[in-house]
């Protein structure tokens, strides 16, 4: 979960999920006041020797008072968005590195924890579709003055019937004529020609077409009464024909796909089967684009992914000291995400793994540490602490992973968790995550506080509650995680109106309050990380 994201985590099945498993028998209701929870009077970083965090956003460029907390009270930084697919990657697929890069000079002296090389949200989905073929663009119109508008301009009348002249072929702009805009074609042939359509003939301008490809001829026409017969056919040489269509008094749309069999094709209008009159309109021609296979969709996305890795983490190398190499693959039912399980609406949504499966995830891994093989790489979730089984797949696929050749040297567990979250789940997932043996970090801790009831300012009572579970989820992470595999702690965000939890001012999930004073909750922390040490 980060910022800019929809509360979806919260709104939907993680804050039920939340609940069920809150557990306030952990803390005894009313036992505390902010009084427990003075001592603030300590940056984060100078009392513990692993890294101490917090997501930053472009206020480091803009807020002096933002920037000063920062840098007096962290070592480490991750950014909130800067750094994520849809922040930099344009809409032909190059790079604008110029707001990272704007805030990588802002922190200039401090760790950077990169956040995220792959996710499935927050990303310029509409390139990846279009580049790997998800989504097909619109073939270009082929045909000259499709609509007539510009009277006959393009098009040319080959045969009148016989005598020639005895058909008349003219543009109108009668607005019983014309199907769209302000002009049609007419043609008015009076003699019928049975078994000889070619008679009446009106040719377009010549279109680029490629041997073997196909292309679809449409076209809008009407009779002046029943019984009207039109076909197409190819030209200038190798002609294909089309078969009679009848044709009534109502407007229709007629179609013909064709496979082109020269490098340069034009088609003609035949009307010389029936008397009648027509009326042409809304012309079209455009190549057939064929959707790719699923094969090619996820060689396309590879290559996607490979090059958007190997760029960012190329430009950042030597800065950027650890990565969020894939983040939030497992759905809450503990299962790689895919188009059927995860929602696949919002416009910045693309699910890589769906296309790629598993390999997804290991390929992202190799990727970076091809780019940069000093860099610490993890693999990222959330609620982990309320949902054992997400947790466990979790752990299962990082071993598969690291089987398969992957480096993947320690997992992040984000930990947006209230302030009555169930501490035995906590503790519960410290246990697991540290008999990995890998690294664990908390990436991205933030403590709601009022739970969305209503909007005003947490009572003495919640504030407390909160620095009470920030001394918890401290002192857990000590208890459970050796030394050598604590790689840090990370806080999302500086002061309260500024995290994606704000809600308009119905929570107050951070550490800062609004005046940039350290809230209860910094004590909190501060007091767990000194009673561990």
């Known amino acids: 979960m980060k910022a800019n994201k929809t509360l979806r985590a919260i709104a939907g099945t993680s804050l039920a999920a939340a609940l069920l498993v809150a557990c306030t028998k952990d803390i005894k209701t009313g036992a505390l006041a902010t009084g427990n929870f003075t001592d603030t009077g300590a940056a984060l970083k100078s009392v513990v020797s692993y890294p101490v965090g917090v997501a930053v956003s472009n206020a480091m460029n803009t807020d002096a008072a933002y920037a000063a907390i920062v840098k007096r009270d962290f070592n480490w930084v991750t950014f909130e968005n800067d750094m994520k697919h849809g922040s930099i990657v344009q809409s032909n697929g190059s790079f604008n590195f110029t707001n990272a890069d704007n805030l990588m000079n802002a922190v200039q002296g401090m760790d950077v924890y990169g956040h995220v090389l792959g996710w499935h949200s927050q990303q310029n989905a509409g390139y990846l579709k279009s580049f790997a073929g998800i989504t097909i663009p619109a073939a270009a119109e082929l045909a000259t003055n499709p609509g007539f508008e510009s009277g006959l301009s393009g098009w040319s009348v080959f045969n009148t019937g016989n005598p020639a002249g005895t058909a008349t072929i003219t543009a109108t702009n009668v607005a019983a004529e014309v199907r769209t805009g302000s002009g049609a074609m007419r043609v008015a042939n009076p003699t019928a020609y049975p078994g000889n359509q070619w008679r009446v003939q009106v040719s377009s301008t010549a279109f680029p077409t490629v041997v073997g490809r196909q292309y679809t001829i449409s ?262 995680v050796p030394p050598a595999q604590r790689a840090g702690i990370t806080v999302w965000g500086v002061i309260d109106r500024l995290s994606w939890l704000w809600n308009n001012g119905r929570e107050f999930p951070l550490f800062y309050d609004n005046d940039y004073k350290r809230k209860p909750s910094y004590a909190g922390l501060l007091q767990g990380m000194r009673s561990s040490n």
């Open 219 to 480: 076209y809008w026409v009407r009779a002046a009464s029943a019984g009207g017969s039109i076909r197409l056919s190819t030209g200038p040489t190798s002609s294909q024909f089309q078969g009679d269509q009848t044709i009534g008094t109502a407007w229709q749309q007629v179609s013909w796909t064709i496979t082109a069999n020269i490098a340069s094709t034009t088609f003609l209008f035949d009307m010389g089967q029936a008397a009648n009159t027509y009326f042409i309109d809304d012309v079209s021609v455009r190549e057939v684009i064929p959707a790719p296979s699923g094969n090619q969709i996820s060689t396309r996305l590879d290559e996607a992914l490979n090059a958007w890795i190997t760029a960012i983490v190329t430009r950042y190398k030597g800065k950027v000291k650890a990565w969020d190499v894939v983040n939030e693959l497992f759905t809450e039912n503990g299962e790689i995400r895919n188009n059927a399980n995860t929602d696949i609406t919002p416009s910045h949504v693309l699910v890589w793994s769906h296309y790629m499966g598993r390999d997804y995830a290991l390929k992202a891994f190799n990727y970076a540490r091809a780019a940069d093989p000093a860099a610490e790489l993890y693999i990222n979730d959330f609620n982990l602490e309320i949902n054992s089984r997400k947790l466990d797949s979790l752990i299962a696929f990082v071993t598969e992973l690291r089987g398969r050749g992957a480096k993947v040297d320690g997992i992040g567990t984000q930990m947006h968790i209230a302030w009555n979250t169930s501490r035995a789940g906590i503790e519960s997932m410290f246990q697991k995550l540290g008999a990995t043996g890998l690294k664990i970090r908390i990436t991205e801790l933030d403590i709601r506080t009022v739970l969305n009831s209503a909007a005003g300012q947490p009572t003495p009572q919640l504030m407390a509650y909160q620095a009470d579970m920030a001394r918890f989820v401290v002192e857990s992470y000590y208890k459970h």
